[in-house]
């Protein structure tokens, strides 16, 4: 199996690839700098040029405030970047598998978010452009995969949990909004599933994160510098204390149990994920 990976210089795709090559599998990996996802002929010519049989879009931009002030380079990536991947796509048959997240939603109530349920009211830009480029997926492919993730981290590049860790480094206290409700998603767990994935045929929509419950910011926060044995003080705040450009849903719960349904197994517990991930950042002499 040869699969193009986009967004390889990221935390998904360099794990994706990595996992490609630890089963024997031919990874064709591209950035911006090999493919410009908001040139359509670029595309066109690397993806029909790389002959591969699948094709996994980890690419976006995914600066989450930042886009509310370029709202138009932002669609361009999320959403017209990924239709032209997904048009060509559905030109040569190759089956694709979508990265989303969790912010399509709009993030009320307490009911965690099902795969079908319908998307009405994505919260900020980045939300509604990734929202965007799920309908071009279903719109020009048939053999597709939309999977929702949230809470992202891996170790090429920054999340959370480097930012908490570089916080602690100058900070005896730390204040983490406790209102928001979700769970992590580690992309050494996420590359698995994915490349699962990619030796099935169980397309559809699915949500993936790890499992373990669903917790706030501020748990994770304490639950990270507990394993990292860091002795700072967290303090539980508000959203509405915590003020950000772009609004974030306080309901990011995913149901997961649709990855069951299809037998592909589901990621491990995210307290084990961030025992794992801490170890990594140690070997690496990164904390």
């Known amino acids: 199996m040869k699969v193009l990976v986009t967004g390889v210089r990221g935390q998904l795709g360099f794990d994706v690839m990595n996992e490609l090559a630890s089963r024997g599998y031919e990874g064709v990996g591209v950035d911006v700098e090999e493919m410009d996802i908001t040139d359509a002929e670029a595309v066109d010519r690397v993806v029909r040029g790389a002959h591969v049989d699948k094709v996994v879009h980890c690419a976006a931009w995914t600066a989450v405030d930042a886009a509310e002030d370029a709202a138009d380079i932002c669609r361009k990536v999320n ?15 190759l089956p694709i598998v979508y990265l989303s997240t969790d912010y399509v939603f709009e993030g009320t109530g307490t009911r965690p978010w099902e795969p079908d349920d319908p998307v009405t ?15 071009a997926v279903r719109k020009y492919t048939e053999k597709y995969y939309i999977v929702r993730i949230a809470w992202v ?5 920054k999340n959370f949990i480097k930012t908490m860790l570089n916080l602690a480094k100058t ?25 699962d994935m990619l030796e099935k045929e169980e397309y559809g929509i699915y949500h993936a994160t790890n499992e373990g419950g669903y ?30 450009k772009a609004k974030r849903p306080s309901n990011s719960r995913l149901e997961k ?18 025992s794992r991930y801490l170890e990594n950042l140690k070997a690496r002499g990164e904390y």
């Open 153 to 157: 981290f891996g170790v090429n590049g």
């Open 257 to 274: 149990k649709k990855l069951s349904e299809h037998r592909f197994r589901r990621l491990p517990d995210w307290k084990d994920a961030l």
């Open 79 to 93: 959403a017209e970047g990924t239709a032209n991947i997904a048009r060509v796509c559905g030109e040569l048959g």
């Open 215 to 244: 917790i706030s910011w501020y748990d994770f926060a304490r639950e990270i510098f507990r394993q990292a044995g860091v002795n700072v003080k967290v303090v539980p705040v508000s959203s509405a204390e915590y003020p950000a």
């Open 121 to 135: 009211a994505p919260l900020n830009v980045y939300a509604q452009t990734k929202y965007e480029g799920e309908v």
């Open 171 to 195: 900070h005896d206290t730390i204040t983490v909004v406790s209102d928001q409700i979700g769970t992590p998603t580690y992309t050494y767990d996420l590359a698995k599933l994915l490349v």
